[in-house]
């Protein structure tokens, strides 16, 4: 029969991975509900220097590179991942919900480090017990899933927000709808933290004695040359944001907001078959994939100033981010032991969040530039993406059939 072979080919996802998702769909509906009303607030109602809102974003996702690594390597140390994923979604969800009561811009900026924070806390825990939740050829699969969830919350949040605020608003009273909003996301935000208590922790003997050290993690030569070929490619990994500023020009403003959406319908359709592309052809081999799309999407918005090739940039860019957010895990998670899910997966987190930054910093500086015709940023961005993926091709072998190499 047909419908076994169909079964082995695609087993069930674990009832954590089942409950991650849920749990990633809430948070981001709250989340996405408040972000694109949070510069509006920030600055129109809190009266916040415009300066404000990038350090404001710089600072927290340097925090949530830097938490992540630290909870993932406490996760491994007491062995686990529970408790530190538990925390880190109770504080993202109390910082959401004390926005309706803040009075002054460095409230907001305060509320949203501790929001960033939290995520920082609970992302490596998390996915390192979503990876000893799942059998080795369903990993993909399963990270697929949750960043499916994900982009799907961060596609209802802004819609379910736009709703609210046309039926809070009253003309003059724009600072009561935004808090009026703030403080229902706070709803599905602690749903998200009450179904954590049906997660089921597994430790199977990891925290034994484990001792944490940097030497220990890059004697891994894979993994070291891993983090180094991230690294040159994050460098030049900009924001989403200035693929929508070199296209406003070409479709108009009025478009913006579609091709923004054909990104986020594109990586949410893509997420769960690019974690099948990890699992079926290896994670290394998806990885080379992603930094193709992405030099390919640059190009076309980079050289090819028409509404088709701008609409084909953000589709493959949602394609890129649905794979970049999925096979990095899976390859990770293939190189070590379950005991060291959480410090590997943290330092990449840290390595991919804090060379954010600068990144993005760059990517401002090159954009008045011109190189070959266009803003030199996307030139510089091409550049460390093919390096990346030379590099990445050559000096990290692929462990797609190995099974926990570094016990």
Known sequence: MHVPSGLKLFPPLSKNTKLFGAIS?????????????????????????????????????????????????????????KMPMLAGYLLSSLSKGALFFAAIWQHVVALRFLDRLGKGIRNAPRDSLLAQSEKKENLGRAFGYLKMMDSSGATIGPLL?????????????????????????????????????????????????????????????????FLVAIGIFTLGQFSVAFFLLKANPIVGLIMIPIIYLAYNLFYTIFAVPAGYLSDKFGAKNAILASFALFAMSIALMAFYPFIWSAFLSLAILGVFMAIIETAPKVFITRTFD??????????????????????????????????????????????????????????????????????
């Not at 809430?26 to 510069?39: A, G, Q």
């Not at 736009?162 to 706070?186: E, K, M, P, V």
């Not at 030199?376 to 000096?395: Q, R």
């Open 338 to 407: 379950e005991s060291k899910y959480g410090s590997a997966i943290g330092l990449y987190g840290a390595v991919a969040g804090i060379l954010a930054l600068p990144s993005n910093l760059i990517a401002g500086l090159l954009w008045e530039q011109s190189l070959f015709g266009t803003n030199a940023s996307f030139v510089f961005a091409i550049a460390t993406t093919l390096f990346a993926l030379v590099l990445l091709k050559f000096t990290v072998a692929d462990n797609h059939t190995v099974e926990n190499p570094h016990p």
């Open 25 to 81: 769909f809430l948070t981001d509906v709250s989340s996405e509900m408040i972000f694109p009303l949070l510069p509006f607030f920030l600055t129109g109602v809190l009266g916040a220097p415009v300066f404000v809102l990038g350090f404001m974003e710089s600072i927290g996702e340097f925090v949530a590179g830097v938490s992540r690594f630290i909870a993932g390597v406490y996760s491994d140390r007491i062995g686990k991942r």
């Open 161 to 225: 927000a736009s709703a609210l605020l046309i039926l809070f608003f009253t003309g003059d009273g724009i600072g009561a709808a935004y808090r009026n909003i703030f403080a229902i996301s706070f709803i599905p935000a602690i749903i998200a933290v009450a179904l954590i208590f049906f997660v089921k922790d597994k430790k199977d003997g990891i925290g034994d004695g484990y001792k944490f050290s940097f030497s220990a993690l890059l004697s891994i030569k894979n993994y070291k040359m």
